[in-house]
């Protein structure tokens, strides 16, 4: 039976390519907008999201922090995807007939030292795949597009330079989350992460008291981010990934004390850490 994957942007994009990487058997949904693909998750518990949370170079997908607590899926799991723009385009179409590059505003910007040196002229574009795809179509002789290998694939162009990027390591963390989920069992000799979302009560020094607690059990936080809601600058929510599972002891006791502080604690997911986090 294939896993029903729900995407943001065209067949091809890097969501497409990271599902590919982490289930064997996929019949991908290609969405519009991000707000889709968790309605997707939403209205059908078999559909699974794979959604790009952040980017070593971009920094944080701002969209999706906002749709964390409206929809508040679980996350089940997390990849790191190792960003490899190729410079695409039709067959028989060599690198001194392009003149213009077609892609996403951040896949632009990750490869200008390359469009410069080639004398290329960007256009913006929606997104990497869907640039992939309006190159195909057209049959463009003087266009390309910065997109991935397999929207080469699909789109059946022609990958003129590998690894366009300016700069090598560009990685995007993804989070797999699906509407109904039992949260995995402790396992002393495993890595997890907790992921939660909170409102702090407004009184003096109720963060530093919430936060105060990961310090005195011991307990490593690998990310913190907050963003306002509602149209108001009175009311934050913040992003938090805990090193640990939420019943080990430590990361429980620190939780007790968050959840002290706060108008609102919600525990969005427990999930075995990627790999990649511990690569040097």
């Given at each position: 039976?294939?896993?029903?994957?729900?995407?943001?942007?065209?067949?091809?994009?890097?969501?497409?390519?990271?599902?590919?990487?982490?289930?064997?058997?996929?019949?991908?949904i290609?969405?519009?907008?991000f707000?889709?693909?968790?309605?997707?998750?939403?209205?059908?518990?078999?559909?699974?999201?794979?959604?790009?949370?952040?980017?070593?170079?971009?920094?944080?997908?701002?969209?999706?922090?906002?749709?964390?607590?409206?929809?508040?899926?679980?996350?089940?799991?997390?990849?790191y995807?190792?960003?490899?723009?190729?410079?695409?385009a039709?067959?028989?179409v060599?690198?001194?007939?392009?003149?213009?590059?077609?892609?996403?505003?951040?896949a632009?910007?990750?490869?200008?030292?390359?469009?410069?040196?080639?004398k290329?002229?960007?256009?913006?574009?929606?997104d990497?795949?869907g640039?992939?795809?309006?190159?195909?179509?057209?049959?463009?002789?003087?266009?390309?597009?910065?997109a991935?290998s397999?929207?080469?694939?699909i789109?059946?162009?022609?990958?003129?330079?590998?690894?366009?990027?300016?700069?090598k390591?560009?990685?995007?963390?993804?989070?797999?989350?699906?509407?109904?989920?039992?949260?995995p069992?402790?396992?002393?000799?495993k890595?997890?992460?907790?992921?939660?979302?909170?409102?702090i009560?407004?009184?003096?020094?109720?963060?530093?008291?919430?936060?105060?607690?990961?310090?005195?059990h011991?307990?490593?936080?690998?990310?913190?981010?907050s963003?306002?809601?509602?149209?108001?600058?009175?009311?934050?929510?913040?992003?938090?990934?805990?090193?640990?599972?939420?019943?080990?002891?430590?990361?429980?006791?620190?939780?007790?004390?968050?959840?002290?502080?706060t108008?609102?604690?919600?525990?969005?997911?427990?999930?075995?850490?990627?790999?990649?986090?511990?690569?040097?």
């Amino acid at each position: 039976m294939k896993n029903k994957i729900a995407i943001q942007g065209e067949l091809g994009a890097y969501s497409h390519l990271a599902a590919t990487k982490i289930f064997k058997n996929t019949k991908v949904i290609a969405c519009k907008t991000f707000e889709d693909v968790f309605k997707q998750c939403k209205k059908n518990k078999e559909v699974i999201s794979v959604i790009p949370i952040e980017n070593s170079l971009a920094g944080r997908v701002a969209d999706i922090h906002y749709l964390l607590p409206k929809y508040k899926l679980k996350i089940v799991g997390e990849y790191y995807l190792p960003v490899e723009h190729c410079l695409l385009a039709n067959h028989g179409v060599s690198l001194k007939q392009i003149k213009h590059v077609r892609s996403h505003s951040h896949a632009i910007g990750q490869c200008h030292k390359n469009l410069h040196k080639y004398k290329l002229t960007s256009v913006v574009a929606a997104d990497t795949a869907g640039s992939a795809k309006y190159i195909s179509e057209n049959k463009s002789k003087t266009e390309a597009a910065i997109a991935s290998s397999l929207a080469a694939k699909i789109y059946q162009l022609k990958i003129i330079k590998k690894n366009f990027e300016d700069q090598k390591g560009n990685t995007t963390r993804f989070l797999i989350m699906r509407k109904n989920y039992k949260f995995p069992k402790l396992v002393k000799q495993k890595k997890f992460i907790t992921t939660c979302i909170f409102m702090i009560k407004s009184t003096p020094g109720a963060l530093f008291k919430a936060l105060g607690g990961f310090a005195t059990h011991n307990v490593n936080l690998t990310k913190l981010e907050s963003f306002s809601v509602n149209n108001t600058f009175l009311q934050t929510i913040f992003y938090l990934d805990i090193e640990g599972h939420a019943e080990n002891i430590f990361v429980k006791k620190a939780l007790q004390e968050l959840k002290k502080q706060t108008k609102k604690l919600d525990i969005l997911g427990i999930y075995l850490a990627d790999s990649f986090r511990y690569k040097k």
